[in-house]
């Protein structure tokens, strides 16, 4: 079965970086693609960083260029997102997501929740 | 930047009922549309892809339909796990990835 167990949420200040893990297992990590996706309290989802099955191609949306940083360590089967000069509005659980092609997001973890406040 | 519009906002229907929930993008994607359910506190599950393809394990009573920039997401008949919150997903021109903002499903 596959599963990824999200971890290193937590509250930091804004200007603060965090390190997200995503443990892969269940599934042969290294021929999946991967995502980063965000939600912030009641509100929908957004997309933030992607990876290609291979680390070579990274990919990530206006809001999050220049201080997110998505990376794979397949020798882990781990999944990371670096966040740096956190914003208030970047409060939200992540979320990490298999894809096995074209951004088609096929399978999800629990998440972990992101609080940047002072 | 492809913004994808859901309505309605909120439908209120009974078990049993027909559900009819529409995401119309704000130009063609092609059949590069995904659906993705989403009960309170888990994470969204695939549901549909390519607008008409069910994902592994979805039940039939789930359908979509729509090509280019108007989708439906069809529940035949409803059941008391189907009430959740309901987004489209684009995968045409990214990126970025974009998500309509979602119709909630509740029951009436």
């Known amino acids: 079965e596959m599963q990824l167990l999200e971890s290193g949420g937590g509250l930091v200040q804004p200007g603060g970086s965090l390190r997200l893990s995503c443990a892969a297992s269940?599934?042969?990590?290294?021929?999946?693609?991967m995502s980063w996706v965000r939600q912030a309290p009641g509100k929908g989802l957004e997309w933030v960083s992607a990876?290609?099955?291979?680390?070579?191609?990274?990919y990530y949306p206006d809001s999050v260029k220049g201080r997110f940083t998505i990376s794979r360590d397949s020798s882990k089967n781990t999944l990371y997102l670096q966040m740096n000069s956190l914003r208030a509005e970047d409060t939200a659980v992540y979320y990490c997501?298999?894809?096995?092609?074209?951004?088609?997001?096929?399978?999800w973890g629990q998440g972990t929740l992101v609080t940047v406040s002072s | 930047e492809i913004v994808l519009t859901q309505s309605p906002a909120t439908l209120s229907l009974s078990p049993g009922e027909r559900a009819t929930l529409s995401c119309r993008a704000s130009?063609?994607?092609?059949?590069?549309l995904a659906w993705y359910q989403q009960k309170p506190g888990q994470a969204p599950r695939l549901l549909i892809y390519?607008?008409?393809n069910r994902a592994t394990g979805i039940p039939a009573r789930f359908s979509g339909s729509g090509s280019g920039t108007d989708f439906t997401l069809t529940i035949s008949s409803l059941e008391p796990g189907d009430f959740a919150v309901y987004y489209c997903?684009?995968?045409?021109?990214?990126?970025?990835?974009?998500f309509g903002q979602g119709t909630r499903l509740e029951i009436k």
């Open positions: 269940g599934f042969t990590f290294s021929s999946y693609a």
């Open positions: 997501a298999t894809d096995p092609g074209g951004l088609l997001l096929d399978h």
């Open positions: 130009q063609s994607v092609s059949s590069y």
């Open positions: 997903q684009q995968r045409s021109n990214w990126p970025p990835v974009t």
């Open positions: 990876i290609s099955h291979s680390g070579d191609s990274t």
């Open positions: 390519d607008a008409s």
